[in-house]
Nanobody
């Protein structure tokens, strides 16, 4: 049972990347899924970026609204984070998390996103 995050890389400011969070051993359709990021900052905390609920309600932190889109692909048992108009301040390690009522919580390994100016 695990989550696998992928899709990170190096991109220039203004570019796009798509991250994937693939679930193995459980059905991601039964979970709320969220993307967090940890930037290279002194506090070094994971901050919530976007989430999608079991009912497919989405929410975003103000810093990414209008630029990032979270979506669920049930056929591939995967949740995506499409990132457009990337900025240097989006540079971070991105993590996905699956959680839900009466369900265990799973974290994927991080995937590095680097945006050059």
């Amino acid at each position: 049972v695990q989550l696998q995050a992928s899709g990170g890389g190096l991109v220039q400011a203004g570019g796009s990347l798509s991250l994937s969070c693939a679930a193995f051993g459980f059905n991601v359709r039964d979970y709320n899924v969220a993307w967090y990021r940890r930037s290279p900052s002194p506090e070094n905390q994971r901050n919530l970026v976007a989430s999608i609920t079991i009912r497919d309600t989405t929410s975003y932190t103000d810093a990414v609204k209008g630029r990032f889109t979270i979506s669920r692909d049930s056929a591939k048992n995967t949740v995506h984070l499409h990132m457009n108009s990337l900025k240097p301040e989006d540079t971070a390690i991105y993590f996905c998390k699956a959680s839900g009522p009466h369900q265990p919580t799973y974290w994927g390994q991080g995937t590095q996103v680097t945006v050059s100016s």
